[in-house]
Structures are given as structure tokens and as C-alpha cells.
């Protein structure tokens, strides 16, 4: 019996949280030319011609869809404000490292496998400016249109001793139709999928989670297969520095004192060691609003 790589590969990730099972696949060219025709989506924010996702790389980790986007909880976000607005320089370090990156998604018919149907594209900022460009482009435009938009030619190259591809997209040099199948075209417009059900929005204790296993130097979990892993780095000795902080669990708090002095309140509180249960702990409390 033959094994189908692909569909394992897809089972690993909806399994573990990376993307839901749904019929969404995405489209991911190799070295060399390819031809595309992208579609638009069915309904995008603010009418802009392409959907756009945030996520956070942590680690090895897959990325992290970002519920800040969302207008839900986002534990992480909380934690790039409060290392902002410490002012130390390496507070700002950290949360650099920690903000969130942005991928853009077009549905394409790919030239010579339209038997594929639609699939996604999936693309970083760079290729997705270049594509926002052709739009304001007067000798280009709208290259979505099903009836006068353009092909679109991507050219994908490896350079030796680089991590990532180098992408270069073109539009052809004459607009055409979609398809000259009216039917065909109706059935691939139809056929744009729902990108809300492509990736899980993790909850606010899984991304906790991730977070205290990055912060503690455990980051084991496989970088995902669907465009959106970055392989960040490890954390900073600043970071080490904290973990070390906070994993006392055989030392109690001292309670807090029913008056203060004026040393007490003076800014060399911030000099004063504070003793922490857990990380866990510690990280609650960094969440915690001043």
C-alpha cells in the first residue's frame, strides 16, 4: 500500500493543535518558474484584496496564531507592553524578539495543475508588497479580476549559504481570463476556501505554556510544515537570568510589612530580590496591570 507523506503530515498537524481539519491546502512552489492566477476571496477586511495573519514564533514552535488580532486575551502581547514599558534595554531585546509576524494569503490556480483546484498561497512581506503595487500599478491594476487580471509569474531561486528562498513575482504581460470556461470560472470562485478554518487559536493556558517551556529552554516541538515556522532564536542570558529568578520552590515570600519606611519606598525597591514559587507565578504577576 502506497503512503501519502502529504496526508500524514497534514493528520500531525491537525492533531496537534497547528491547523484545523479542513479542505484548505496550501500551495508551496520550489526552486524554479511557475505561473499562478490569483482569485480574490469571497469578503476581506476594509475590502483589501488579501487576508492577512499575525503570529508569534517561539523556539522550534510553529507559529502561534496571535489572539490580540482577534480581540481576545493574549498573554503574550501583555508581556511585549510590560517589557516595553520597563525601559531597560534588554527588555526591549526580548520583546523585539517576541513580537509578532505577518503572513498574507492569496487563493491561486496554479497553470498546469488546475486539477488541484484552488489552493493558498501563503507569503511574507516583501512578496506581499510587491503584490499590493501591482494594484496601483495604471499599467497593471486589479490583477484579481476574473475576466481582465493578470497571471502571475514567480520565479523561486536558492542562493547558497542562505536559510530562506529569494521569491520575485511578475505580472504576465497581457491580462486574460481566469478561465475561458465560464463554468470552470464560477466553479473556482465558488471554491475559495475559508481561512478561519485553516489554523486553531490556541487557549490562553496553552500559549502560557509554550511560553514558560521557551523560558525554561524547552522548545522540543517540530517546526510546522505550512510556511509559517521561522525558527527563532533561543532565549537571551537575560531571560536564563529569569528563569533562575523565579524556579525557587522551597522558599516562602516574606509577607509585606503593615507600614513602609521611606527607604522602602524610595526606587531602590527595584534593587530588592523578590522571591518567586514558581514561574508560573511569576509570570501572572508580570501580567498583572500596575
Known amino acids: 500500500m502506497g503512503l501519502d507523506l502529504e496526508a500524514i503530515r497534514r493528520r500531525v498537524q491537525e492533531l496537534s493543535g497547528v491547523r484545523k481539519n479542513s479542505s484548505v491546502q496550501l500551495w508551496k512552489p520550489g526552486v524554479g518558474e511557475h505561473k499562478v492566477r490569483g482569485l480574490p476571496w469571497k469578503s476581506t477586511p476594509d475590502g483589501m484584496p488579501f487576508q492577512e495573519k499575525f503570529f508569534y514564533y517561539i523556539g522550534n514552535n510553529p507559529g502561534i496564531l496571535t489572539p490580540n488580532q ?3 486575551p493574549d498573554p503574550i502581547h501583555d508581556l511585549i507592553r510590560k517589557l516595553y514599558s520597563s525601559g531597560k534595554p534588554e527588555d526591549r531585546l526580548l520583546a523585539k524578539k517576541l513580537q509578532p509576524k505577518m503572513r498574507a494569503y492569496m487563493p ?10 484552488v489552493l ?5 512581506k516583501i512578496v506581499y508588497q510587491r503584490l ?7 499599467d497593471v491594476g486589479d490583477i484579481l479580476d476574473p475576466e481582465a487580471g493578470f497571471d502571475l509569474k514567480v ?3 536558492q542562493q547558497p549559504g542562505k536559510q530562506y528562498q529569494d521569491t520575485v513575482v511578475d505580472p504576465s504581460r497581457k491580462s486574460s481570463q ?9 466553479k473556482w470562485l465558488d471554491a475559495t476556501p475559508n481561512l478561519e478554518d485553516m489554523y486553531r487559536l490556541k487557549s490562553v493556558s496553552e500559549i502560557e505554556t509554550i511560553l514558560n517551556n521557551w523560558l525554561s529552554g524547552d522548545s522540543d516541538t517540530p517546526d510546522s510544515s505550512d510556511g509559517t515556522s521561522k525558527g527563532a532564536s533561543a532565549p537571551s542570558d537575560e531571560l536564563e537570568k529569569l528563569v533562575s529568578e523565579v524556579k525557587t520552590t522551597d522558599v516562602k515570600a516574606e ?3 503593615k507600614t513602609k519606611s521611606k527607604k522602602a519606598a524610595s526606587d531602590d525597591d527595584d534593587e530588592a530580590p523578590v522571591e ?7 509570570f501572572n504577576e508580570l501580567m498583572n496591570d500596575d
Open 70 to 72: 482577534f480581540g481576545k
Open 108 to 117: 491561486v490556480v496554479v497553470r498546469g495543475q488546475e486539477d488541484k483546484g
Open 120 to 124: 493558498v498561497w501563503s507569503f511574507g
Open 132 to 138: 499590493l503595487g501591482f494594484f496601483t500599478d495604471e
Open 155 to 157: 520565479s523561486i531561486s
Open 178 to 186: 481566469l478561465s475561458g470556461d465560464a463554468e470552470q470560472m464560477k
Open 255 to 257: 509577607k509585606p510589612a
Open 276 to 282: 518567586k514559587k514558581s514561574l508560573d507565578e511569576a
